[in-house]
Every structure is written in C-alpha cells, then in structure tokens.
C-alpha cells in the first residue's frame, strides 16, 4: 500500500499565527508517525492579497519550527492550467455559470431582499448569492462577453445537486457541533459558489479540489473553520471524479477574548514570538495537545 499523504497549505497573505503552526505541527507529527508523505503547497491564486514576503516568511517560519516538506512546493499559481481544465469538465456537464453583477451590484441586491425579510447566509455568514444571472438568455450572456464585460462563473448548485444526491464524508476530526464520523455534506448552504473570479481564472473550493487530488493527498487535517467547506469539496469531487480524502478538522486556536487568530495581530505570529524569545518548544506548548 502507498503511504499516506498530508498537507499543510497557507495562503501567502499575511505572517503564520499560532492557529497556522497547531495545524502545520499536526499534520507533519502525523506524517511522521504513520510513515507518509508531507507537502507543502502555497495557495497563491488571490493576486490582490498575496505577496511573495509572506511566501519567504510561511519558508523561514515552518523550517524554524522544525518542519521539512519535499519539494517543489506546489504553488497554486502555477497550475492554472488544472484548474482550467476542472472548470472546462464543469462547463461540459453544464454546471456553471457566468454572472456579471458587480460587488457593488450585489451588496444592493442584498439589502434589497434584506430590507424585505431574512436572506439566507452561508456557513461562513455571508449572504448567499441574490442575483438572477442563471437565468440570463444565452443571446444576452453571448452579448456581454463578447463585449468584454468581467464575470464569475458560478455553480449552478441545484443541477449540480441533482447528479450528486447523497453525499457524505468521514470526519476524524470534530465540526463546529461535535459532528463526527460520518457526516453528510450540505453544499446547498453555499448557495451558487463562486469557481473562478473575475480576477482570477479559479476559485479556493476548486483548485483546492483539484490540488488535493493531483497532489494525491490521502489525509486532510485542517482548521474546523473549513468544516463545512467539506460539503462543497465533496460535491466537487463527485462531480470531477475525484475519489474522496479523509477529513480531519481540528479546534482553532484563540485569543485570550475567545477569537479565532487573524493574521494581522502581531502578539500571535510566530515570527513575532520568536523575535521575543520563544523556542520551537515552547510554541508547542502554547498550542497545546492535539
Ligand atoms: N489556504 C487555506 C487557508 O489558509 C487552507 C486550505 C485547506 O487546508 O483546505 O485557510
């Protein structure tokens, strides 16, 4: 049997926290006990956020830590290519697609349905999807991409739902509820996702999808903020053939206010604690145990 496959994957828009170092030391403690593989892959695709100091400081952070990782790293950017081709095999099926509202646009859409009752909002608290671009006669859609109008291209979650009808995943790990086990996935909370932006030709749930199955990642362990994402990966996976990872999400670190860590407090990041003194060692004890 091939060994197992773990990943650690920040994104390069901010310096690593303590949340970022419970996961990365999980992963790799893992790796190591079960004779698997551990990767490292940059999630690079938002070109208005990431910036190639935050690639060289996730680099100079994990080393200090004592992680290793085999390379190349993968780097999202440059696979753009696979993700295409994902959203070509979705284009096919008829799943997706364009809508050309502005942020703006939809923000007003928003408080228009708002003002008139409660709008649904996804796992993450944001309002789903309000607009009509589904739809959009073909003509009109032709019309607007021929003259060059920006869009997204959505997924149309109901037909996607009707060729993926029972969906589940095997959580190791815990969700927000205590959910464990196996767990069935809800990717209708989403509403229309978002596959690939305006300004970039991808999205975090697909070329997540995409990577995990070309990296041929066995084992996910991740942050249970990500928990219900599960729900879209899975349908994703479904939809593009892919064969299904196991799921780990493990507790988020707080602050001493009981919030979830951000990237841009400084009294948390690693390079922050370290600059003041703290050892390797004593980074794992402010996480705590698994
Ligand atoms: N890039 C994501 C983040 O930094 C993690 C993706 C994942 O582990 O699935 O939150």
Same mark, same amino acid.
């Given at each position: 049997?091939?060994?197992?496959?773990?990943?650690?994957?920040?994104?390069?828009?901010?310096?690593?926290?303590?949340?970022?170092?419970?996961?990365?030391?999980?992963?790799?403690?893992?790796?190591?006990?079960?004779?698997?593989?551990?990767?490292?892959?940059?999630?690079?695709?938002?070109?208005?956020?990431?910036?190639? =100091?935050?690639?060289?400081?996730?680099?100079?952070?994990?080393?200090?830590?004592?992680?290793?990782?085999?390379?190349?790293?993968?780097?999202?950017?440059?696979?753009?290519?696979?993700?295409?081709?994902?959203?070509?095999?979705?284009?096919?099926?008829?799943?997706?697609?364009?809508?050309?509202?502005?942020?703006?646009?939809?923000?007003?859409?928003?408080?228009?349905?708002?003002?008139?009752?409660?709008?649904?909002?996804?796992?993450? /608290?944001?309002?789903?999807?309000? /607009?009509?671009?589904?739809?959009?006669? +073909?003509?009109?859609?032709?019309?607007?991409?021929?003259?060059?109008?920006?869009?997204?291209?959505?997924?149309?979650?109901?037909?996607?739902?009707?060729?993926?009808?029972?969906?589940?995943?095997?959580?190791?790990? =815990?969700?927000?509820?205590?959910?464990?086990?196996?767990?069935?996935?809800?990717?209708?909370?989403?509403?229309?996702?978002?596959?690939?932006?305006? =300004?970039?030709?991808?999205?975090?749930?697909?070329?997540?999808?995409?990577?995990?199955?070309?990296?041929?990642?066995?084992?996910?362990?991740?942050?249970?903020?990500?928990?219900?994402?599960?729900?879209?990966?899975?349908?994703?996976?479904?939809?593009?053939?892919?064969?299904?990872?196991?799921?780990?999400?493990?507790?988020?670190?707080?602050?001493?206010? /009981?919030?979830?860590?951000?990237?841009?407090?400084?009294?948390?990041?690693?390079?922050?604690?370290? +600059?003041? /003194?703290?050892?390797?060692?004593?980074?794992?004890?402010?996480?705590?145990?698994?």
């Amino acid at each position: 049997m091939s060994p197992p496959v773990f990943r650690f994957a920040p994104s390069p828009n901010g310096y690593l926290h303590l949340g970022h170092a419970f996961s990365v030391l999980l992963n790799f403690d893992r790796a190591r006990e079960a004779g698997g593989r551990f990767l490292l892959r940059i999630e690079d695709i938002d070109p208005t956020r990431c910036r190639p =100091e935050f690639e060289m400081a996730i680099y100079e952070d994990l080393a200090w830590l004592g992680i290793s990782w085999e390379t190349p790293v993968w780097r999202q950017s440059e696979h753009l290519d696979a993700y295409r081709e994902a959203l070509e095999q979705l284009t096919a099926q008829g799943l997706l697609y364009p809508s050309f509202e502005s942020r703006a646009e939809i923000a007003r859409l928003i408080a228009e349905r708002e003002a008139a009752g409660p709008w649904p909002r996804d796992p993450d /608290g944001a309002p789903l999807y309000p /607009g009509a671009a589904r739809s959009l006669p +073909a003509s009109e859609r032709r019309r607007l991409i021929e003259a060059g109008a920006p869009y997204a291209l959505r997924l149309d979650m109901a037909a996607a739902r009707a060729r993926a009808k029972h969906l589940t995943w095997t959580e190791q790990g =815990e969700g927000p509820a205590g959910e464990h086990g196996t767990v069935t996935a809800w990717p209708e909370a989403w509403g229309d996702v978002i596959l690939a932006r305006k =300004e970039t030709p991808t999205s975090y749930h697909l070329s997540v999808v995409v990577d995990d199955a070309l990296q041929g990642v066995t084992d996910v362990i991740r942050g249970q903020d990500l928990f219900w994402s599960t729900s879209v990966h899975r349908l994703l996976q479904e939809l593009l053939c892919i064969p299904p990872s196991t799921y780990r999400h493990h507790r988020l670190i707080r602050d001493s206010a /009981g919030q979830k860590l951000s990237k841009s407090t400084k009294a948390t990041a690693l390079r922050e604690l370290r +600059a003041g /003194g703290a050892t390797p060692a004593d980074i794992r004890r402010l996480v705590g145990p698994p």
